[in-house]
């Protein structure tokens, strides 16, 4: 089989998005490229040039639209599967990406399994670690243990994040304090050699 040109591919189905608009409402504003290799690790990037390696894709076309005043945005998804085919909203055994309206920010990218939401975060990276941890997992309390096991480990990492902010920060307050307490230390010696 010949190898797939995803960028020409991406190409096509960018456009085809710009023509057609959303299938609901609003219109198109611009497509982000996920690059899948086949060790499932993924790079984006704004252009299709990302593609050019890929095994398989994920076109992420972003819709916007003014109902009256705010500006609201979402993503119609697009998986291109390693033989070239083309899926809408759909990714592998059953799973698939939906993403909703949000007011001017990023819109939330749900990972969903044969229609019920399973999980949902802003990074399309985050999203699409826990698919390649849960594609294969035929029982559903195993799928949830895994999910549950994901959320519990990206609080940890946010915890001990916030952890080494917090040290970073004190250790900068401390280095304050003793620079004042410096300060101080020479203005009382100043002000007692002048008696």
């Excluded at 611009?30 to 704004?46: K, L």
């Excluded at 990302?50 to 003014?66: D, F, P, Q, T």
């Excluded at 480990?153 to 004042?180: A, G, P, W």
């Amino acid at each position: 089989m010949d190898k797939i040109d995803f960028v020409e591919l991406a190409t096509f189905c960018t456009n085809r998005a710009k023509e057609t608009g959303p299938r609901w409402t609003g219109k198109y504003y611009r497509t982000h490229y996920v690059s899948i290799f086949e060790d499932n690790t993924i790079q984006y990037s704004m252009t299709p040039h990302v593609l050019r390696n890929a095994y398989k894709c994920i076109l992420m076309h972003e819709m916007s639209e003014i109902p009256i005043s705010n500006i609201y945005y979402w993503y119609e998804f697009e998986f291109i599967n390693h033989e070239g085919c083309v899926f809408a909203d759909d990714l592998e055994n059953g799973f698939g990406l939906i993403s909703y309206k949000r007011k001017q920010s990023a819109s939330l990218i749900e990972l969903r399994y044969k229609n019920n939401f399973l999980y949902s975060n802003l990074s399309i990276q985050k999203v699409w670690e826990l698919y390649t941890k849960i594609k294969d997992i035929p029982s559903e309390s195993e799928r949830n243990l895994v999910i549950d096991l994901f959320q519990k480990d990206e609080k940890i990492l946010e915890l001990e994040k916030n952890v080494e902010d917090f040290t970073f920060t004190n250790q900068l307050l401390k280095q304050e304090r003793d620079q004042y307490k410096e300060l101080l230390d020479e203005i009382k010696d100043l002000v007692e050699n002048r008696r």
